[in-house]
């Protein structure tokens, strides 16, 4: 028997009845009730629930207590009075049968996640949703997100330190409530609570005190959630001197390719240069759609597409000055940050400035910089803003590579070589992997009764690097006893694990897809 079921029987339930927690203590729920105790009976033991009943009645339910009827009066008591263990139990009971009275609040990725999909760690420019289950039907109730703090049971919610935001709604029929757009962008780094205000009293309460509303919480002991910023910057400086004539296009498709595999957070600016002119050989390069002036733009869910599409073919021209790059790329990235930045040159390796034979020394015709200028403009301007340097060259003239691979050297980056356009992807995604650094790692733990089948969620980030997965048990069996297969978002199933002994098998994916 459910409150659910007590509401929808007319014979308990009076027309126009409102299905909330002043519902519990109509005549008819006295049979969810003492199915719940019955329970919880069975689960904590005859005897022990026997006395720990009528000692609760003895000990905590005043005879005078005008409130001593209410079904949470007495949950309440319950509650205070038991381990955390038992007092899983008991919250239990009540819930399996529609007596809710300890909300639970999770922060979520994606609007109403399923069971098991909670997320505690967002990105910045990552959405933050919120669910709250558990909570007594039919109840308005306001969701405030704050900086992480202490919290006194009792307190005002004006007390609190930062309010980030707040959102109103109204729990359903089945005690959930879920925010259907993002209650929040994550935009700053740091530690944050989910508070869910049940009733909208305007006070926080989380003891087991009479018969307080108890409230929603996910950060009552530790943060609810973190916002972390792995977000990276980065400027691509395009090679469009004519000895790159034959490989616009290329530019065109790998540059959409860097866009397409950055995430929201990130930003990102976008050059062309060839050389400047005398007699300081000034300038040389060009802004490029879609970063329209010398400044990091922010990529977002919103924007991205068109960012890609905006990206045109570029017209080469004109010799190769080396230095233009790294002269006017720094300062793109304007005021230093701790985000991660990277430098990325796009070319052949061609250094070839205009030199006049006939005044190859005099800056008025000739372009005296050379690749010593870029090596000092590097360890000058980059290294001490931890600007890496990264080189992705096309061809494989000699003198290219050397130039590249010693840009990249100088800069504390890599040098890639880009000879297909089939690697174009996967050199995109390993550059902006080993910019961005290692992504957090996540850690989940199942126990599994013995004599059956279970199926787990694994959430694989974006950015994983690899997924490892264990099955252990306790004694020895044959092997083929225990069946350990993974199935990957796009229907890859994988069902030859590795054994180690006759009591673990494993197994290691590297570069997972992403998803469950």
Same mark, same amino acid.
């Given at each position: 028997m459910t409150v659910i079921s007590v509401y929808n029987n007319s014979n308990y339930t009076p027309p126009n009845t409102t299905l909330d927690e002043s519902f519990y203590s109509y005549y008819g729920c006295r049979e969810p009730i003492g199915s719940a105790w019955w329970e919880i009976r069975n689960r904590l033991g005859d005897n022990y629930f026997n006395h720990f009943l009528v000692n609760t009645l003895i000990d905590n339910v005043s005879p005078t207590d005008s409130l001593r009827y209410k079904p949470r009066y007495f949950?309440?008591?319950?509650?205070?009075?038991?381990?955390?263990?038992?007092?899983?139990?008991?919250d239990k009971a009540y819930s399996d049968r529609g007596l809710y009275f300890t909300p639970q609040v999770i922060s979520a990725g994606v609007s109403n996640p399923p069971d098991g999909r909670d997320k505690n760690m967002f990105r910045i420019g990552d959405p933050v949703h919120v669910k709250v289950t558990n909570c007594p039907q039919n109840t308005p109730l306001t969701v405030y997100i704050v900086e992480d703090q202490d919290y006194s049971d009792g307190m005002n919610i004006s007390a609190l330190n930062a309010i980030i935001c707040q959102v109103s709604g109204t729990s359903d029929n089945d005690g959930v409530w879920y925010s259907s757009?993002?209650?929040?962008?994550? *935009? !700053?780094?740091?530690?944050? #609570?989910?508070?869910?205000?049940? =009733?909208? &009293?305007?006070?926080?309460?989380?003891?087991?005190?009479?018969?307080?509303?108890?409230?929603?919480?996910d950060g009552l002991n530790g943060p609810g959630f973190t916002i972390y910023d792995d977000g990276i910057d980065v400027v691509l400086a395009l090679d469009i001197s004519g000895s790159m004539g034959d490989e616009c296009?290329?530019?065109?498709?790998?540059?959409?390719?860097?866009? *397409? !595999?950055?995430?929201?957070? #990130?930003?990102?600016?976008?050059? =062309?240069? &060839?050389?400047?002119?005398?007699?300081n050989w000034n300038g040389g390069y060009i802004n490029f759609s879609p970063t329209p002036t010398a400044q990091l733009y922010s990529i977002t869910s919103s924007n991205q597409n068109s960012f890609i599409n905006s990206v045109g073919v570029p017209s080469a021209g004109g010799n190769t000055d080396l230095l233009v790059p790294f002269t006017y790329g720094y300062n793109r990235f304007g005021t230093p940050t701790e985000r991660k930045k990277g430098m990325v040159l796009l070319s052949d390796g061609e250094h070839n400035p205009t030199i006049d034979p006939e005044n190859p020394h005099n800056h008025y015709y000739s372009n005296l910089h050379t690749m010593n200028n870029v090596s000092t403009s590097i360890y000058s301007n980059y290294n001490p803003r931890g600007i890496e340097?990264?080189?992705?060259?096309?061809?494989?003239?000699?003198?290219?590579?050397?130039?590249?691979?010693?840009?990249?050297?100088?800069?504390h980056g890599i040098a890639y070589q880009v000879p297909y356009l089939s690697n174009m992807s996967l050199i995109v995604s390993r550059l902006i992997n080993r910019l961005r650094g290692n992504p957090p790692s996540y850690e989940n733990n199942h126990s599994i009764p013995p004599n059956s089948n279970q199926t787990f969620q694994i959430e694989v980030?974006?950015?994983?690097?690899?997924?490892?997965?264990?099955?252990?048990?306790?004694?020895?069996?044959?092997?083929?006893?225990?069946?350990?297969?993974?199935?990957?978002?796009?229907?890859?199933?994988?069902?030859?694990?590795?054994?180690?002994?006759?009591?673990?098998?494993?197994?290691?994916?590297?570069?997972?897809?992403?998803?469950?």
């Open positions: 949950y309440n008591a319950l509650m205070r009075n038991s381990t955390p263990s038992n007092q899983l139990v008991i757009s993002p209650v929040m962008t994550a *935009s !700053a780094v740091g530690d944050y #609570d989910i508070l869910v205000d049940i =009733g909208n &009293n305007g006070m926080l309460h989380f003891a087991y005190i009479r018969a307080n509303v108890r409230d929603g919480f296009i290329n530019l065109q498709r790998l540059t959409r390719r860097f866009i *397409s !595999a950055m995430l929201p957070g #990130d930003k990102i600016n976008i050059f =062309g240069f &060839n050389e400047g002119t005398p007699p340097c990264y080189t992705m060259r096309f061809g494989n003239n000699y003198i290219g590579i050397v130039n590249m691979n010693n840009i990249a050297s100088w800069g980030d974006d950015l994983a690097d690899n997924l490892r997965t264990t099955l252990i048990w306790n004694t020895s069996v044959n092997l083929s006893d225990n069946l350990f297969t993974l199935t990957s978002p796009s229907g890859i199933i994988y069902n030859q694990p590795e054994c180690l002994g006759f009591t673990t098998q494993k197994y290691i994916i590297d570069a997972p897809e992403s998803g469950i």
